[in-house]
């Protein structure tokens, strides 16, 4: 039974380039969490999704940044034209159910050169 | 306006002693407590965790304790292991009128545990 599964693990961007993060939640959760993590930072709340639907986006900046969850396929966190200070580990955290209960993927280190 | 509060960024034990992780929070709304644990370069990992009606969780080495009255909660790992050394974050969680448990972590405490 595979955990959450990131990728990239690792991503390199200039600035003014699209970085897209995916998340494929453990099977059968149904429930995925966004968080962003600043170098010696606690991970912060960005988003929650279940299929197809944005619950709660409090945490996300309102620009450039997007968060989806299709029906068929991971979640995908997509940052636009990013910006030095986007540099971070974004991990994602699926649940079964809107839970307090949430298993953390490896996370993805974005870089902006 | 940190909402969880880890004070101390780093903690050495020798092995076999008690290490002692604290963690204070503001929010009173926060109903549920968790402790994870985090290895360089992995996700957290969840370790245990402790509803707000009770006040201690034990679970093997790792009792969890909290004191609402206070807003403290503290993590308790007897006897400290070598494989213990990570770092290890305090988060708290409360529904969210947006419709969510999300979950509001501390910075860390580091753990060295030294053979």
């Known amino acids: 039974n595979a955990g959450v599964m990131q990728n990239p693990r690792h991503l390199v961007r200039r600035r003014g380039q699209e970085a897209r993060l995916r998340c494929s939640p453990m099977k059968g959760h149904s429930h995925v969490y966004w968080y962003r993590q600043l170098p010696e930072e606690g991970l912060k709340f960005m988003v929650y999704?279940?299929?197809?639907?944005?619950?709660?986006e409090s945490g996300m900046p309102k620009e450039r940044f997007s968060a989806e969850f299709p029906k068929e396929g991971p979640s995908i966190l997509r940052i636009q034209q990013v910006v030095r200070g986007d540099s971070a580990a974004y991990f994602c955290?699926?649940?079964?159910?809107?839970?307090?209960?949430?298993?953390f993927g490896p996370g993805t280190r974005l870089t902006v050169l | 306006d940190q909402q969880v509060k880890q004070n101390s960024p780093s903690l050495s034990v020798q092995e076999g002693r008690i290490s002692i992780l604290n963690c204070d929070y503001t929010?009173?709304?926060?109903?549920?407590f968790l402790w994870y644990k985090k290895y360089p370069a992995e996700g957290p990992t969840f370790l245990i965790s402790i509803s707000s009606i009770k006040d201690k969780n034990e679970d093997g080495r790792f009792t969890v304790f909290l004191n609402k009255s206070a807003k403290h909660l503290s993590l308790h790992i007897v006897p400290s292991q070598p494989g213990d050394s990570a770092v290890y974050f305090c988060a708290a969680s409360a529904y969210s009128g947006a419709g969510s448990y999300q979950l509001t972590f501390g910075k860390g405490t580091k753990l060295s545990v030294i053979p």
């Open positions: 999704l279940q299929k197809e639907n944005i619950i709660d």
């Open positions: 929010n009173s709304m926060f109903d549920y």
């Open positions: 955290a699926s649940s079964p159910r809107d839970d307090n209960e949430q298993f």
